[in-house]
């Protein structure tokens, strides 16, 4: 899924840019990729959240939880130490590794010292 998401991220960038390409491009695909880990690590957490309170308090408590409630995202940075593992960091970081790679700059440049021929004449 990492790779997925990096691959969706670098494309997304690629495509919306008109297939231009560059280091900034590839700033936005990485942060892209990065929020989408974050969201979903944060939609799982929200499913858990709700699934307790419902186990322990009934379907009345949860009745009010919302997914962009204040106390929830709250609550999900105090507990970010607590939720990460070193796999999701692994997983982070192909991520961030596919998403860098896409809207990379292919271009031919000739070693320092060489000849470059210029399109001007």
């Known amino acids: 899924m ?19 390409r560059g280091v900034p491009l590839q700033c936005i695909a990485v942060a892209s990729s990065v929020l989408g880990v974050a969201l ?21 408590a949860i009745e009010g939880l ?9 609550l ?3 507990s970010l130490v607590l939720i990460l593992s070193p796999h999701d960091a692994l ?11 896409l809207p990379a700059s292919n271009g031919f440049k000739a070693p320092p010292g060489q000849f470059q021929p210029s399109l001007s004449a």
């Open 76 to 78: 999900f940075t105090q």
């Open 40 to 60: 979903g690590k944060y939609l799982i957490f929200f499913q858990i959240i709700k699934k307790v309170i419902l186990e322990k308090h009934g379907q009345a």
């Open 2 to 20: 990492a790779w997925g998401l990096g691959l969706l991220s670098g494309f997304a960038v690629v495509l919306s840019s008109r297939r231009e």
């Open 91 to 101: 997983w982070l970081i192909l991520a961030m590794i596919t998403a860098w790679r």
């Open 66 to 74: 919302s997914m962009l409630s204040p106390k929830v995202f709250l």
